[in-house]
């Protein structure tokens, strides 16, 4: 079981702090032979897979290395064009890495944005009036989990599905968050969290919660 990532959000709808946790190795790395079996194609700045899963590599894995340097969206290490290197036999064999795009500062903004405004579709579409917003997402391979203050912060984790005292991991944070950034006198509220006793208390949390399960009083 693991803790994969946690979001704070402010009021309004502004990411002020991200963390990843863990994130679970799903790279693969292969030779091939020209032609390349599998068709790639240009998505979003970087080089995707659109067609022919094969050996762990699936559809929407994008290009990561090619012979063993990272590339930089849909240019190689050494400023090539991505496709173009591939299209071309003189370049055969090569060793190309597979694997999920890693988000991108920007990429992080824009969906903590788009949560909180899902957050508050949620609670506008209750039949009851004063209704939290989503408070647990599920998917088949994490779950979202989400709190949100009274004064409207929300703290959200996503974790492995099996993982359990995440609601009191969530009250945990907040009390981290209140402790350790409220009472910073240099922090200023609805702004970026740069407190270095805020990172320790919070990852210190994140490991007892992977171990123990949910917290008891006095931790």
Do not use: W
Not at 58 to 63: E, L, P, Q, S
Not at 105 to 121: G, P, T
């Amino acid at each position: 079981m693991a803790i994969f990532s946690v979001y704070v959000v402010n009021k309004a709808g502004g990411l002020i702090y991200q963390l990843d946790h863990y994130a679970p190795r799903a790279d693969t790395e292969k030779t091939f032979s020209f032609p390349l079996d599998l068709v790639l194609r240009p998505h979003d700045e970087r080089v995707v897979v659109a067609f022919g899963q094969r050996d762990g590599i699936r559809v929407g894995h994008a290009v990561l290395a090619i012979n063993g340097a990272e590339v930089n969206g849909r240019l190689t290490a050494d400023g090539k064009d991505v496709l173009e290197f591939l299209g071309n036999p003189a370049n055969y064999p090569v060793s190309i890495r597979f694997g999920r795009h890693r988000l991108s500062s920007n990429e992080k903004l824009m969906l903590a944005s788009m949560f909180h405004s899902l957050f508050a579709i949620g609670s506008q579409l209750s039949p009851e009036v004063g209704s939290s917003g989503i408070e647990m997402l599920e998917t088949d391979t994490f779950k979202l989990h989400c709190f949100q203050t009274l004064t409207g912060i929300k703290f959200v984790v996503l974790a492995d599905p099996r993982q359990a005292g995440i609601d009191a991991l969530l009250r945990k944070i907040y009390e981290i968050y209140s402790d350790f950034a409220l009472k910073n006198p240099f922090y200023s509220l609805e702004m970026p969290i740069r407190c270095e006793l805020f990172d320790q208390n919070l990852k210190l949390a994140l490991e007892v919660a992977e171990k123990a399960g949910p917290f008891g009083p006095g931790s």
